[in-house]
């Protein structure tokens, strides 16, 4: 069973705007900016804003939601379904929804990554194969020649 009185503790305790940041590698700004768009909202002691642990877990789905590419309209949709009291269940279901969402916009832009590699490793490929036909430029051969003379002289010399 938790302890209650620990639960309360940090469930108190509040943070600055740097630690936050440093805390999730993001930056202040970026922190203002969620302020900004209604994503957080901190108390404020004086002009100093207080982040409550609840701030701190929104900006963890923040963090989480970004890097997997979700755009901050969407995270917000799911940051407004929290507590309305139906055991996250309109949270659950519209993050599933979002998710699911996100996996097909991944396999398309997979595709179009598959098709691009493809093509440039075609012309890659014409290129190499090209250059190979027309034979090193006249300048290059040059630079190789000195280089052969000056290696066969320092074997000669050795």
Do not use: C
């Amino acid at each position: 069973m938790p302890d209650t009185a620990s639960l309360s503790i940090s469930e108190s305790r509040t943070y600055s705007i740097s630690e936050l940041a440093r805390e999730f590698g993001i930056t202040p700004r970026a922190l203002r900016f969620y302020e900004d768009k209604d994503m957080l909202h901190p108390a404020r002691d004086g002009m100093t804003r207080v982040y409550s642990h609840r701030d701190r877990a929104r900006v963890t789905i923040i963090v989480r939601m970004k890097r997997l590419g979700l755009p901050l309209a969407d995270i917000r949709e799911i940051l407004d379904l929290y507590g309305l009291g139906d055991n996250e269940r309109a949270q659950k279901r519209k993050t599933l929804e979002k998710f699911r969402n996100q996996v097909k916009e991944f396999e398309n832009q997979r595709e179009d990554i598959e098709i691009a590699l493809g093509e440039l490793q075609k012309g890659i490929d014409w290129l190499e194969n090209d250059l190979a036909k027309i034979g090193p430029a006249n300048d290059q051969a040059r630079n190789v020649a000195a280089y052969d003379a000056v290696a066969r002289k320092q074997l000669d010399d050795a």
